[in-house]
């Protein structure tokens, strides 16, 4: 049966919990917020099976074969601006919808926690659009993402799955097959934030506005791309906003503060991804091609498989792109191939979470230093 007994080699990514025959492995929340799988051992029946299916204790080999690269923006500007990046996200999305697909992502739920949930209609495609730096919940409510999607695998609908790299690992396990109908899209991660530490960020910046959150957006544009910042709109029309160097919740994932522990140690940071296409800011893209820098937002597309480009030239016609050398692509995005380095002071941040009010944890850990 799996058991965790280092926290490094567990991404949280539900596909044990979901492949369990017999439904006794659930996910569930240590002190630092992140969830970690727990087996009922007096109904596991000692199969084995969530130990073949984990996809760090079965690493994939990596081929080191490089992508193709391509810088992309969409060409209508409003889908842009509501985009992280250049809004490529949202032509993939398109397509799936168009072909009478399933689209899954990471959302907000009602009380701004991150979970992923999956839409059928292009109205709904605002709710998954745009960057959300905490980890996302794949078993909301005891729910499996994973299973739900294979649902409509099964069922002849195709998929568009988006997530992490650990989380396409975590799905492509657990399927245990290919399917001609699925897509993944996973995407350069830094690293994923405490979802607890999210919660009390809410809780806190409500707390001051004297209202309750209404939006929320990690990457608005209102100051830049370059400089693009967190966004909080609360019921009492209370805006707060800050650039990412100056607010303390991206201060405190930017900084590797609040990441969890696998994250130090990726499995899944290769050159070639599970994935049939990675999604990215164009870090650096003026050494590149800066006649495309109007600084609203350019996304570095990296086509993975023979069906990443098959999609990628449905697209083509609603977006201005530029091929560009795979190194050259990915000289400003280290994360792409590189852990982030664990801060010493990790281990005392998060004592001082459970023991200190939220506002002295800004105060002692939201600052650049």
């Known amino acids: ?26 996910m569930e929340s240590d002190d630092e917020g992140f969830l970690y799988p ?39 500007l409003k889908v842009r601006m509501n985009s992280s990046s250049g809004g490529a996200f949202s032509l993939l999305a398109d397509y799936v919808l168009d072909n009478g697909g399933v689209v899954f992502g990471a959302s907000f739920d009602e009380k701004f926690n991150v979970c992923h949930r999956y839409i059928e ?47 396409i690992g975590g799905l492509k396990s657990y399927l245990r097959k290919d399917y001609d109908n699925l897509i993944t ?34 990457r608005d544009k209102r100051l830049g791309w370059l400089l693009f910042s967190m966004r909080m709109k609360f019921t009492n029309n209370k805006v707060y906003q800050k650039n990412h160097l100056i607010d303390p919740m991206f201060v405190m994932f930017l900084f590797n503060k609040c990441l969890r522990p696998c994250c130090y140690a990726c499995s899944f940071k290769t050159i070639t991804r599970q994935s049939d296409v990675t999604l990215a800011d164009f870090w650096g893209v003026n050494s590149v091609c800066k006649k495309l820098n109007d ?18 030239d449905k697209i083509k016609a609603k977006i201005t792109y530029l091929e560009v050398p795979f190194e050259k692509a990915v000289a400003h995005n280290k994360m792409y191939t590189s852990s ?20 002295k944890i800004i105060r002692k850990y939201g600052w650049l230093i």
């Open 1 to 26: 049966m799996i058991e965790i007994k280092n926290k490094k080699l567990c991404s949280g990514c539900t596909a044990c919990a979901s492949v369990c025959p017999v439904n006794c492995i659930t």
């Open 38 to 76: 727990v087996v009922d051992k007096s109904r596991c029946v000692n199969c084995g099976l969530c130990e073949k299916i984990c996809p760090i204790l079965n690493k994939k080999e990596d081929k080191k074969i490089p992508p193709k690269a391509y810088a992309v923006i969409n060409n209508d």
């Open 121 to 167: 209609r292009k109205e709904d495609l605002q709710k998954l659009r745009a960057s959300k730096y905490v980890q996302s919940n794949l078993a909301e409510g005891g729910v499996s993402i994973f299973k739900k999607a294979k649902e409509f695998l099964d069922g002849g609908r195709m998929v568009l799955f988006t997530g992490t790299a650990c989380q």
């Open 185 to 218: 899209q996973d995407l350069i991660c830094h690293g994923v934030p405490s979802p607890l530490v999210w919660k009390k960020y809410v809780e806190y910046r409500s707390k001051k506005a004297k209202a309750n959150l209404q939006e929320v957006s990690f």
């Open 295 to 312: 600084g609203k937002g350019i996304s570095l597309v990296l086509i993975q498989t023979k069906k990443g480009a098959e999609i990628f």
């Open 340 to 359: 982030v380095k664990e801060k010493r002071i990790r281990t005392k941040f998060f004592k001082d979470l459970n023991s200190l009010p939220f506002e």
